[in-house]
């Protein structure tokens, strides 16, 4: 894979590992496209690195996911690369195996859907 020139979007993109990857990717010479659902934490991305683009987004959200695709599709249809960074982790007891209908939601949707 070429490493550089690339339009990237990373998901989850403002923080943690999504943020060292778009770190690295910006110093290679790629135009990193961000998304994550706290504004605050996009913006401060931006603000350090002023050529990130950034989108609101919750994956969890299927009209959400829609939208970004509609959005990538029409403003950046030159995005090659997808980084499904994006993720939830809970802690759980592995004895009881108890999860809420809420948790097995936001982990389906977050995990297994969060292609686009
Ligand atoms: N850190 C580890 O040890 C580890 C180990 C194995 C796997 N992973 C996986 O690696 C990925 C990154 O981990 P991390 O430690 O860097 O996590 P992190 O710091 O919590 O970052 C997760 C990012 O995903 C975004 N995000 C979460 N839910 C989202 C949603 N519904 N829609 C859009 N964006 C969402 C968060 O932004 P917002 O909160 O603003 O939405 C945040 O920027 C995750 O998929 C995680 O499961 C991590």
Redesign the pocket.
């Known amino acids: 894979m070429n490493l550089s020139n690339n339009k990237i979007l990373i998901?989850?993109g403002?923080?943690?590992?999504?943020l060292g990857l778009t770190e690295r990717f910006i110093k290679e010479g790629n135009t990193v496209i961000i998304?994550?659902?706290?504004e605050s934490?996009l913006k401060e991305v931006a603000a350090k690195f002023p050529q990130v683009i950034t989108k609101v987004?919750?994956?969890?959200n299927p009209a959400d996911r829609t939208e970004l695709f509609d959005w990538v599709k029409a403003n950046h249809p030159d995005t090659n690369v997808l980084v499904n960074?994006?993720?939830?982790?809970n802690w759980m007891d592995v004895r009881l195996m108890i999860l809420t209908k809420r948790q097995v939601r936001k982990l389906r949707s977050?995990l297994l859907h969060r292609c686009i």
């Open positions: 998901t989850g403002a923080t943690g590992i999504g998304c994550g659902r706290r934490a987004c919750d994956l969890a960074n994006a993720g939830i982790q977050t």
